[in-house]
């Protein structure tokens, strides 16, 4: 069974960056795809961007294209989110997940991290 560790979370000024790293144990990593998701107050959980078992394939949601990137070490276990221009709405405790492809549903992960909080100011 995977397990997942995320960090690199924080407080930001709008305009800022931030990049989120989320390393897992017990499993064989690079059998996995990678997923983001990121949940805000009152907010259902959402996608935000999702990379391949190889990294060859990524997708993001609309929102945060052309700022965040998604990337992945399967040497280190571990996939990261360079986030860049930050904005408020921006704001969410961001998960990573593993599963089978890069969906962009939350129900094709099978394992989560337990979050880490993300708070950008304006």
């Known amino acids: 069974q995977v397990q997942l560790v995320e960090s690199g979370g924080g407080l930001v000024q709008a305009g800022g960056s931030l990049r989120l790293s989320c390393v897992a144990s017990?499993?064989?990593?690079?059998?996995?795809?990678m997923g983001w998701f990121r949940q805000a107050p009152g907010k259902e959980r959402e996608f935000v961007t999702a990379?391949?078992?190889?990294?060859?394939?990524?997708n993001y949601i609309d929102s945060v294209k052309g700022r965040f990137t998604v990337s992945r070490d399967n040497a280190k276990n571990t996939v990261y989110l360079q986030m860049s221009s930050l904005k408020p709405e921006d704001t969410a405790v961001y998960y990573c997940?593993?599963?089978?492809?890069?969906?962009?549903?939350?129900?094709?992960?099978?394992?989560w991290g337990q979050g880490t909080q993300v708070t950008v100011s304006s």
């Open positions: 990379i391949s078992q190889r990294g060859a394939t990524t």
């Open positions: 997940a593993a599963g089978a492809g890069p969906s962009t549903r939350t129900s094709a992960y099978n394992y």
């Open positions: 017990r499993g064989t990593f690079s059998r996995y795809a």
